[in-house]
């Protein structure tokens, strides 16, 4: 066995979440979960009427939701991180099946015994749902505008770091980049009032 | 400043304090602020979203190319090997055929076919052991039954099953599976059908899928092909069904062939 891999095996749930919530150590984050959790994670689907595509979509979704609630602070290891994943694959599960208009009956079973923690899971799934309104809006940006954005928002690089990155002449052209794409952001979302009510709502039931 | 950089650097943090509180004011008072200082928040967390996504897509890309190389150096068979892979080339290479040679010698494979399909090259065919799930026992309770049911010690689930007070769908549905492994098909399918029964009375549908497959197989080992049949139908004619690959149109028609002879 690697020394990386021995590093990997050892690593707790409290160095996991640290590596999350500073966005430094996702990679080795990821890895661990998926060199740990991805079988059981799989296994879930597998055994509850999906298939491997079905899986492997649903595992990227999990652990998108997990980075993000660990950096939203709405999950600070109150359980162990597996049962805690344990518990998000079968709430995003149960959520694309009712998506699909399936499995009623397994609904019933998974309402039953729903504690504050997948109370609270379930909210932020709404909201992610809700959020995909806004990401296809995000989508049909032009590439300089998602470029300059996720470097801002994603990468949170300084506008001095934005110049040395990109082929901007100076760090005026990036701010007026960045505030002119924005605006176009919010403008499309002003005109798709059906997606911005929907998340407003959402954030208000995760309140 | 505009507004929308306003609230861009209120949300960095960037804004001095009076300037901070000033905007904290106005968005008390004006609706129409605190609807763009709500549009603001929601989009640049769809912007981090979005990267997220997308970094996780690459990653997840990697690290499944990573674990499928492990798994081919280890020589496992990976999990996912318990679904058998789709024989629809092979079924459209046939069907190509048939249309390209008339009906004629649709019916020379019809002979073909009746002559040599029966119900154990059928079954042998079928038959997958069941494996239990690899993450029984992280998250839920292993039960002696598992153990004895992943040693492979058949005998040890029967027996130790009789001793059950009160046996859930989970024993019940092993039980039927290691009765399955000494081809005890009666057996095997009274315990399917307690499970299925049980469930009816529940309104649940615990291993619903898998008695599906198995209970038809069960059928098909005792002989009994006419209650095996709609079982199949309904696996094949259910897209979703964790079994529909298992159960092709030309697996269904064997079938019809294997109830007509059985008549």
Not at chain 1, 40 to 69: H, K, P, R
Not at chain 2, 185 to 197: C, G, N, S, W
Request: charged share 25%; with cysteine; net charge neutral.
């Amino acid at each position: 066995m690697s020394g990386t891999k021995r590093a990997l095996n050892s690593l707790t749930d409290t160095d996991l979440l640290a590596g999350i919530k500073t966005g430094k150590d996702i990679e080795r984050a990821m890895r661990f979960v998926y060199q740990s959790h991805y079988r059981m994670l799989e296994n879930y689907v597998l055994t509850n009427s999906g298939n491997q595509d079905d899986a492997a979509d649903l595992i990227q979704e999990v652990m998108v939701t997990f980075i993000e609630m660990v950096q939203k602070e709405r999950f600070r290891g109150e359980s162990s991180v597996k049962s805690f994943l344990y518990t998000l694959i079968k709430n995003l599960w149960v959520s694309e099946l009712r998506k699909r208009e399936n499995e009623m009956k397994r609904n019933e079973e998974f309402e039953i015994g729903r504690d504050t923690l997948e109370e609270d899971i379930s909210q932020f799934i709404t909201y992610k749902e809700a959020q995909k309104a806004i990401l296809a809006l995000f989508d049909s940006l032009g590439s300089g505008c998602k470029q300059v954005l996720t470097l801002f928002y994603y990468e949170n690089l300084s506008v001095k770091e934005i110049v040395e990155r990109t082929g901007y002449e100076n760090e005026q052209n990036v701010r007026n980049r960045k505030y002119k794409c924005l605006k176009e952001l919010t403008d499309l979302v002003q005109s798709s009032p059906t997606a911005f009510n929907n998340i407003k709502a959402a954030l208000r039931h995760a309140k | 400043m505009e507004t929308l950089e306003q609230i861009d650097r209120y949300l960095d943090r960037t804004l001095t304090l009076d300037e901070a509180v000033g905007l904290e004011q106005n968005l008390q008072t004006d609706a129409e602020l605190q609807n763009l200082f709500d549009k603001v928040t929601v989009v640049r967390d769809a912007v981090r979203s979005s990267a997220l996504r997308s970094r996780v897509r690459n990653l997840h890309m990697q690290l499944i190319d990573e674990m499928r190389q492990q798994d081919e150096a280890v020589n496992v068979v990976p999990d996912f090997t318990k679904v058998r892979p789709l024989r629809y080339a092979q079924s459209l290479r046939w069907g190509a055929r048939v249309a390209a040679s008339g009906l004629l010698l649709l019916a020379g494979y019809g002979s073909y076919k009746y002559g040599t399909t029966n119900i154990d090259s059928y079954y042998s065919d079928k038959f997958m052991a069941y494996q239990l799930p690899n993450n029984r026992g992280e998250v839920e309770e292993v039960t002696p039954l598992d153990v004895l049911y992943r040693t492979g010690n058949f005998a040890g689930v029967v027996q130790r099953f009789a001793g059950l007070s009160s046996p859930n769908a989970h024993d019940q549905f092993l039980t039927g599976m290691a009765h399955m492994q000494h081809q005890q098909y009666k057996e095997a399918i009274e315990r399917f059908i307690v499970l299925r029964k049980s469930n009816e009375l529940q309104n649940k549908s615990l291993f619903e899928q898998e008695t599906d497959y198995y209970l038809a197989l069960a059928f098909l080992g005792s002989g009994r092909v006419g209650d095996a049949y709609p079982l199949f139908e309904k696996i094949n004619k259910t897209p979703r069904h964790m079994y529909h690959q298992n159960v092709t149109d030309e697996d269904l028609w064997k079938l019809g062939l294997l109830r007509w002879k059985s008549n």
